[in-house]
């Protein structure tokens, strides 16, 4: 089994400490901390668990929820790692904790958030993580609760979604900027005002039937371009973030989309089927627009459209496709032009969303 392993390292800013999967260096390290390689298997699959290695420093830290009902990061096992290394607090604000504790000694410090006249987008990126972790507990505790209803657009809506919509906005008013979300009404977006859409928990149908997956999704859009995003899959704790100019990661690890032959579509309509373009082999369903955009930036599918259907909400797209951008993919209109967002959630929007003008293109093709 040791053979198989895989090595993928991301240098964390300010800090000399990496975050390793698996390979020769998590070997060393688990030697260091006193467990066996076998132990870390679960690392490699397991968004909730890290292994941070460097020179002379290691440390094994899970994610996971206070009593209190916050999430917090624990350092298991360390080996030359304080509490307040920077690449531990930079992991810990990844996963929208609060705090940092170490496992032994139960000592702790708050997570610090960015400066206030830090970047829009670098704060965005923070609250964003903290608030996907509130509407997390906030969706597990309105689970069963309420009436489900049915929305103007067909799909179900739970006290979850109205327990989510509040953890959410609560979280991101500090920044000081115009927040939509699918559960209320549109605000007033000034001319050149950057602007936040949420879908607090997109899936719903699937969260009702306990179907993963079902995601927390906010982008921060300005100029009707999607320029930071943030999808957080409830279901498996996989995180997708996103900041144009800079890139975009999942669960800590770069990504980039590529070109394939698997296709993502949102669900069925009513009585029609589901087209399979010709520049496909295979088209997948989840039952989460948020997660599909996401499986596109990271490559795992090759593109995502509704080409074949009305349309989409802007709510559902943005968080998803500030990722895309951001790891160097595209976004077409039904006409082959840059996508543009408008701060209207009732409004349908069609796209396809790929790695390449290239591939985009030859999709809307095949759609014609």
Same mark, same amino acid.
């Given at each position: ?165 509040? =953890?959410?906005?609560?979280?991101? /008013? !500090?920044?000081? +900027?115009? &927040?939509? *979300?699918?559960? #209320?009404?549109?605000?007033?977006? @000034? ?72 296709? =993502?579509?949102?669900?069925?309509? /009513? !009585?029609?089927? +589901?087209? &399979?373009? *010709?520049?496909? #082999?295979?088209?997948?369903?989840? @039952? ?72 985009? =293109? ?7």
């Amino acid at each position: 089994m040791a053979d198989r392993w895989f090595l993928r390292r991301r240098p964390v800013p300010d800090t000399d400490l990496r975050v390793a999967v698996s390979g020769a260096d998590v070997r060393t390290a688990a030697l260091g901390l006193g467990l066996s390689p076998a132990a870390l298997a679960p690392g490699v699959h397991d968004p909730r668990l890290r292994v941070l290695v460097g020179e002379g420093q290691a440390a094994l830290v899970r994610r996971q929820w206070h009593h209190e009902g916050f999430a917090e990061a624990v350092l298991l096992r360390r080996s030359g790692v304080p509490l307040e290394h920077p690449g531990v607090l930079a992991l810990a604000a990844g996963w929208g904790c609060e705090r940092v504790r170490h496992g032994s000694t139960d000592r702790w410090r708050e997570v610090p958030g960015p400066d206030a006249d830090a970047p829009l987008t670098d704060r965005f990126r923070h609250l964003a993580a903290l608030a996907a972790s509130r509407v997390e507990i906030a969706v597990g505790l309105a689970r069963d609760s309420g009436v489900e209803r049915i929305k103007g657009d067909g799909s179900p809506s739970l006290a979850a979604d109205e327990a989510a919509h509040e =953890a959410a906005v609560e979280s991101l /008013s !500090g920044l000081g +900027v115009t &927040v939509l *979300s699918e559960e #209320r009404s549109d605000s007033p977006v @000034g001319a050149g005002e950057p602007w936040i859409v949420l879908d607090p928990l997109d899936g719903t149908g699937n969260f009702s039937a306990g179907l993963p997956p079902w995601a927390f999704s906010a982008g921060l859009v300005q100029d009707g371009v999607p320029v930071a995003g943030l999808v957080a899959d409830l279901a498996s704790g996989r995180r997708w973030t996103g900041v144009d100019g800079v890139g975009a990661e999942r669960d800590g690890v770069p990504i980039a989309p590529r070109p394939g032959t698997t296709v =993502a579509v949102p669900s069925g309509p /009513s !009585g029609r089927t +589901v087209s &399979v373009p *010709s520049t496909a #082999r295979r088209v997948r369903i989840s @039952g989460c627009t948020a997660v599909d955009l996401c499986v596109v930036a990271d490559g795992a599918a090759a593109a995502w459209h509704d080409l074949d259907r009305s349309g989409t909400h802007v709510h559902d797209v943005a968080g998803g496709l500030a990722v895309l951008l951001a790891a160097g993919g595209v976004a077409l209109d039904p006409d082959g032009r840059p996508l543009h967002l408008e701060p209207d959630t009732e409004k349908l929007v069609r796209l396809v969303a790929a790695s390449s003008v290239e591939e985009a =293109a030859a999709l809307i093709a095949a759609m014609a």
